[in-house]
């Protein structure tokens, strides 16, 4: 079945960097495209960043664009999310989410369980 | 950015009720929209695909409706595992989008 692990989060100072990780399986990876997704305490979803199956084309919301890299490697599965100049307004629980299809975006199927970053001093 | 505004933002309903949550875009998605759950520290589940299309294993209470900017999520029979937050999502041009949710209370 399909299995989406994210790891990588934990408590960061403002201005530094994190890289989240997503281990998928239970499907071909390298056939679908992949998004973050976040979620602040207490707050509603917010999309963060997508990935097309081969990497060709990536899309950021406004408020990451400049600092957040996502990337993918096909040969092992896996998803990330470089965070650079982290923020406070960063902090959130990351979702690790694929796409149904491999290019454009057609919304989430499967979620991962997410993992938590916290940005402060 | 297209806009997604839900309501209403919270409901008390009982066991049996119908419930209905609507979702309003800013500008024209054709049927480009999904309704997710998500129950207290759990992931969100997709509900409904392509405005009005049920994900394989939802139970059949659960309806969409709609086409350019006003859709439905309906529940015809509450049930008390469907007390939960519910989140519309556009994805027919970036950046993708969500309702700031509704959230399903027991009466």
């Known amino acids: 079945q399909v299995q989406l692990v994210e790891s990588g989060g934990g408590v960061v100072q403002p201005g530094r960097s994190l890289r989240l990780s997503c281990a998928a399986s239970g499907f071909t990876f390298s056939s679908y495209g992949m998004h973050w997704v976040r979620q602040a305490p207490g707050k509603g979803l917010e999309w963060v960043a997508a990935i097309w199956y081969d990497g060709s084309n990536k899309y950021y919301v406004d408020s990451v664009k400049g600092r957040f890299t996502i990337s993918r490697d096909n040969s092992k599965n896996a998803l990330y999310l470089q965070m650079n100049s982290l923020r406070a307004e960063d902090s959130a629980l990351y979702y690790c989410?694929?796409?149904?299809?491999?290019?454009?975006?057609?919304?989430?199927?499967?979620w991962g369980q997410g993992t938590l970053v916290t940005v402060s001093s | 950015d297209i806009q997604m505004t839900q309501s209403p933002s919270s409901l008390s309903a009982s066991v049996g009720d119908r419930v209905t949550i609507t979702c309003r875009a800013s500008?024209?998605?054709?049927?480009?929209l999904g309704w997710y759950q998500q129950k207290p520290g759990k992931a969100p589940r997709r509900l409904i695909y392509?405005?009005?299309s049920l994900q394989s294993g939802v139970p059949s209470r659960f309806s969409g409706s709609g086409f350019g900017t006003e859709f439905t999520l309906t529940i015809s029979s509450l049930q008390p595992e469907d007390y939960a937050t519910y989140y519309c999502l556009q994805h027919n041009s970036y950046p993708l989008t969500f309702g700031g949710g509704t959230k399903v209370e027991i009466k």
């Open positions: 392509a405005a009005s």
């Open positions: 500008q024209g998605i054709r049927d480009d």
């Open positions: 989410a694929r796409d149904p299809r491999g290019s454009g975006w057609w919304g989430f199927d499967y």
